[in-house]
Nanobody, 121 residues
Framework: QVQLVESGGGLVQPGGSLRLSCTAS????????MAWYRQAPGKERELVASITLDKTTNYAESVKGRFTISRDNNKNKIDIQMNSLKPEDTAVYYCNGVAQTRSWGAWQNYWGPGTQVTVSS
């Protein structure tokens, strides 16, 4: 199995910054796609940013220019630097990874438990 654990959430004022980290552990052969999703109260979970094994990135329009996703393949870790935060960025942020536990195994989808980000004055 693969476990994903997020860290770095908290309360920040509008215009402030936060950095979230996610580390994958367990029986990992390879992790291809990794991403950050978020879910605000009463809303569906949405993709915030993603990064592939070759570090190709993709961002939601609402965070382009403000958020930066990065990846350390040696540590099976991704980070997201969030700048110029807005109240509408308030949500639970979830780490997601698509991983194999064996070279011949199927790719499976894994989620972390989530970390709360609150942007408020």
């Amino acid at each position: 199995q693969v476990q994903l654990v997020e860290s770095g959430g908290g309360l920040v004022q509008p215009g402030g910054s936060l950095r979230l980290s996610c580390t994958a552990s367990g029986s990992i052969f390879s992790i291809n796609f990794m991403a950050w999703y978020r879910q605000a109260p009463g809303k569906e979970r949405e993709l915030v940013a993603s990064i592939t094994l070759d570090k190709t990135t993709n961002y939601a329009e609402s965070v382009k220019g403000r958020f930066t996703i990065s990846r350390d393949n040696n540590k099976n870790k991704i980070d997201i630097q969030m700048n110029s935060l807005k109240p509408e960025d308030t949500a639970v942020y979830y780490c997601n990874g698509v991983a194999q536990t064996r070279s011949w195994g199927a790719w499976q989808n894994y989620w972390g438990p989530g970390t709360q980000v609150t942007v408020s004055s």
